[in-house]
């Protein structure tokens, strides 16, 4: 069964940093393509950036450009979003999903099969 759970968000100023967390468990992250994607209230989940199983990354969400990045962790099996000089705007629950029966990121939620429960980003002053 895998398993993925997000943590590290929060309540947090305009630009102000947070770190994202996605942890696996009864899966090997190595090896596969992680995505980061978001859902503000009242709008689709919306693809922000993936990192793929040879670790390239693709930046799904123009307007976190210089901002955002993903990277793996030395902690095996966690991959993590660094998110830089937040903006009201980010302010959305944030998911990490991944799939087994595909081997390239896609910035399309239906592309992912497993999906950890988000974590809640709030930028406000």
């Known amino acids: 069964q895998v398993q993925l759970v997000e943590s590290g968000g929060g309540l947090v100023q305009p630009g102000g940093s947070l770190i994202l967390s996605c942890a696996a468990s009864g899966y090997a992250l190595d090896g596969y393509h992680i995505g980061w994607f978001r859902q503000a209230p009242g709008k689709e989940r919306e693809g922000v950036l993936c990192i793929s199983r040879n670790d390239l990354t693709t930046v799904y969400t123009n307007s976190v450009k210089g901002r955002f990045t993903i990277a793996r962790g030395n902690i095996k099996n966690t991959v993590y979003l660094q998110m830089n000089n937040l903006k009201p705007e980010d302010t959305a629950v944030y998911y990490c999903?991944?799939?087994?029966?595909?081997?390239?990121?896609?910035?399309?939620?239906?592309?992912?099969?497993?999906w950890g429960q988000g974590t809640q980003v709030t930028v406000s002053s």
């Open positions: 999903a991944t799939d087994r029966d595909r081997y390239s990121c896609s910035g399309d939620p239906g592309m992912y099969s497993y």
